[in-house]
């Protein structure tokens, strides 16, 4: 819960004062899932967010009378020039627009003229489409996705090139919905963004306290060898680190050999993050690292993941005399009964 807490609060700062443009069809929603979802908007009100609510469908009276009814600053905005105007006073903008398209070109205009930072919509569990698997996708490839949900996709792609940075495809059946996709690394809708949401990059010394502490929750499950602080400090260059919204949840090494070699090592992503493809990401920007190094070839000592490195990754199993002499005596000396696994990088010719 702890953990949970310290995620969520870290978005507080970042959200406040930007403009987040929500999209709902009021008629469609369960009076539970409404009541919920506007509950949720007073907390980001409290916060300092500006918000602009667009109600689309038949239920505008309805989302006007809990409005009327709840603690929302809130004024009904007819006319969309006036909206930077409603917003500086700190009230939330409500547009009605009986009929419009949720993720339509006026709705997309009207986000980009705000300069909102998220355009949030709830849609049916119809329209998400049963193929949509993940949480992220950038707006490039949802330009290009096929399926049910291609079409949204689509559009909030082109939402984002219009210059929205992220936009949220809700369940709007789901309660809790809006709090639980905004104050999470993960979120449980889908985001289509265009900024930089997932990276990889070296290590800094700002991060080596939260890879210390992810390297030790490996350790309680024997995955990862201890490190300290000194050790991982003098081997900083080695380290790549992953990170969702600005925050670490994973990390690899790539270690250099006389020899002319490279171990791929120090893997490890948080639980929470294992089911994004991060552990793959993280690998594969290992080994363009060592291309980049010229370095021919890589190998790792794994146990737990060899089913995953051979069967996914393309390495194949190899003896312990591969290995540099320094690091197959340290293998040795470890007790550690580890499989040999490699790849080659620079192909020969």
């Not at 406040?16 to 979802?37: D, T």
């Not at 120090?266 to 290992?286: D, N």
Request: glycine letters at 8%; aromatic letters at 6%; charged letters at 25%.
């Amino acid at each position: 819960m702890q953990g949970d807490l310290r995620a969520a609060l870290q978005y507080v700062p970042s959200f406040r004062g930007k403009v987040f443009v929500v999209v709902l069809n009021a008629a469609r929603m369960s009076e539970q899932a409404l009541a919920e979802a506007l509950l949720d908007l007073v907390g980001l009100q409290q916060i300092g967010v500006r918000l602009v609510l667009i109600s689309v469908g038949t239920g505008e009276a309805e989302v006007a009378n809990r409005l009327v009814d709840g603690e929302l600053r809130w004024e009904r905005v007819e006319e969309t020039d006036r909206l930077t105007e409603v917003l500086d006073r700190g009230q939330l903008a409500f547009v009605e627009r009986r009929g419009l398209e949720v993720l339509g070109e006026e709705v997309v205009t009207l986000s980009s003229e705000v300069q909102a930072a998220k355009l949030i919509v709830f849609l049916a569990d119809s329209e998400m489409g049963e193929d949509v698997d993940f949480h992220a996708i950038s707006h490039e490839k949802a330009e290009q996705w096929q399926g049910p949900a291609a079409d949204f996709l689509a559009r909030a792609a082109a939402a984002c090139s219009q210059g929205v940075p992220r936009v949220h495809l809700l369940k709007e059946c789901r309660q809790g919905v809006l709090l639980d996709e905004l104050f999470s690394n993960e979120g449980v809708g889908v985001m289509i963004y265009t900024d930089d949401y997932l990276t990889v990059r070296d290590l800094t010394l700002a991060d080596i306290p939260e890879l210390l502490a992810m390297i030790g929750r490996s350790m309680r499950d024997a995955h990862l060898i201890p490190r300290t602080y000194e050790q991982v400090e003098q081997a900083l260059d080695d380290f790549l680190v992953l990170t969702v919204d600005e925050n670490v949840v994973g990390c690899v090494a790539l270690h250099r050999y006389p020899e002319g070699c490279g171990e791929v090592a120090c893997l490890y992503v948080k639980q929470t993050h294992e089911s994004g493809g991060y552990g793959r990401l993280l690998v594969e920007a290992a080994e363009e690292k060592a291309k980049k190094l010229g370095i021919p070839w890589v190998f790792a000592l794994t146990n737990r993941a060899f089913d995953y490195f051979t069967a996914r990754l393309g390495y194949e199993p190899a003896e312990v005399e591969v290995l540099p002499e320094v690091r197959r005596l340290r293998l040795l000396e470890s007790g550690r009964h580890s499989l040999v696994i490699r790849k080659d990088i620079l192909r020969e010719g």
